[in-house]
């Protein structure tokens, strides 16, 4: 789901998973954030892969550099640590699904570390999570 919103910004993307039709959506939900001093905290790093198997190539790049050819499959070790430390003074968050492929097991540390960090805040917080 983040690489409609780099998409949406002119960022490259590379063969990323990006919803077309939902551009303009990413676009407006960009501004609004903006409009209303929100924060809409995306990713810094992701993990990239050269193609979607578990045997795949796979690097950490900055998420606003994924080369063609290559595609996002989870956050990276910056991002979780972000995600992890605004933990700590949210009060609202809209989660919508995994942060990575969670079915291979070396694209799922994102999903499986954010998810159990959330889990230990859930009462803290107002949490929307929807998949």
């Known amino acids: 789901m983040?690489?409609?919103?780099?998409?949406?910004?002119?960022?490259?993307?590379?063969?990323?998973?990006?919803?077309?039709?939902?551009?303009e959506l990413a676009t407006s939900l960009i501004a609004k954030a903006k409009a209303k001093g929100v924060s809409l905290l995306l990713p810094i790093d992701v993990i990239i892969a050269d193609k979607f198997a578990l045997d795949a190539n796979n690097k950490i790049v900055p998420a606003s550099s994924i080369p063609d050819g290559w595609m996002g499959l989870d956050i990276g070790p910056?991002?979780?640590?972000?995600?992890?430390?605004?933990?700590?003074?949210?009060?609202?968050?809209?989660?919508?699904?995994?942060?990575?492929?969670?079915?291979?097991?070396?694209?799922?540390?994102?999903?499986?570390?954010?998810?159990?960090?959330?889990?230990?805040?859930?009462?803290?917080?107002?949490t929307y999570i929807g998949s």
């Open 2 to 23: 983040i690489f409609i919103f780099y998409k949406a910004q002119g960022i490259s993307v590379g063969s990323s998973l990006v919803e077309k039709d939902k551009l």
């Open 78 to 126: 910056d991002s979780i640590k972000t995600f992890n430390d605004a933990l700590d003074t949210t009060q609202t968050i809209i989660w919508n699904g995994p942060m990575g492929v969670f079915e291979f097991d070396k694209f799922a540390v994102g999903t499986e570390v954010s998810s159990w960090h959330s889990f230990l805040y859930i009462n803290m917080f107002t």
